[in-house]
């Protein structure tokens, strides 16, 4: 069984820094790809980041230059959000996947005040 956690989330100011992290365990074969996502309230839940097992990465435009995705594992992922602002104020997802499978994690709260 799978299950993914993430911790990090919480109240910062605009401007400021957080980092999430998304800790996987069970059965997760080290060919995978995990992604984090989020959901505003009253939006679509919507891609902000990917890796690879590689290491390859992709960012959503919104997040460019601000947000990094990293590895500490093939079960371990981290989200470096710098420069935060109000529009990032979401639900944070943390996603697995790999062939035929996805799985998500329950999310963390991130507030930005202004």
């Known amino acids: 069984q799978v299950q993914l956690v993430e911790s990090g989330g919480g109240l910062v100011q605009a401007g400021g820094s957080l980092r999430l992290t998304c800790a996987g365990s069970g059965s997760i074969p080290s060919y995978n790809t995990m992604a984090w996502y989020r959901q505003a309230p009253g939006k679509q839940r919507e891609l902000v980041a990917t890796i690879t097992t590689s290491g390859s990465t992709t960012y959503a435009d919104s997040v460019k230059g601000r947000f990094t995705i990293s590895r500490a594992s093939y079960k371990m992922v981290y989200l470096q959000m710098n420069s935060l602002n109000v529009e990032d104020t979401a639900v944070y997802y943390c996603?697995?996947?790999?062939?035929?499978?996805?799985?998500w994690g329950q999310g963390t709260q991130v507030n930005v005040s202004s």
């Open positions: 996603k697995a996947s790999w062939i035929g499978r996805a799985y």
